[in-house]
């Protein structure tokens, strides 16, 4: 299985806090109601910061 790097998941954690609260925007600007989607947020913002994330599938 992929590792992740702990301030990968903690940076997930806090974009499903976001999520459940329901201040998560997308890029589009909607409300993220989609737990999988939030999840693909946090891991994207993860990745910008430098955190060790896994690459992306095709």
């Known amino acids: 299985m992929a590792k992740y790097s702990k301030k ?3 940076k997930v954690e ?3 806090h976001e999520q ?3 201040t998560l925007k ?5 409300k ?5 989607q939030a999840i693909a947020i ?3 913002e ?9 690459k992306k599938k095709d």
Do not use: Q
């Not at 993860?46 to 896994?54: D, L, T």
């Open 8 to 10: 990968a998941g903690e």
């Open 20 to 22: 459940k609260e329901g």
């Open 46 to 54: 993860a990745r910008k910061e430098g955190a060790k994330v896994p």
């Open 42 to 44: 946090g891991l994207s």
């Open 14 to 16: 806090e974009v499903l």
């Open 26 to 30: 997308s890029g589009s600007g909607k």
């Open 32 to 36: 993220v109601t989609s737990k999988k």
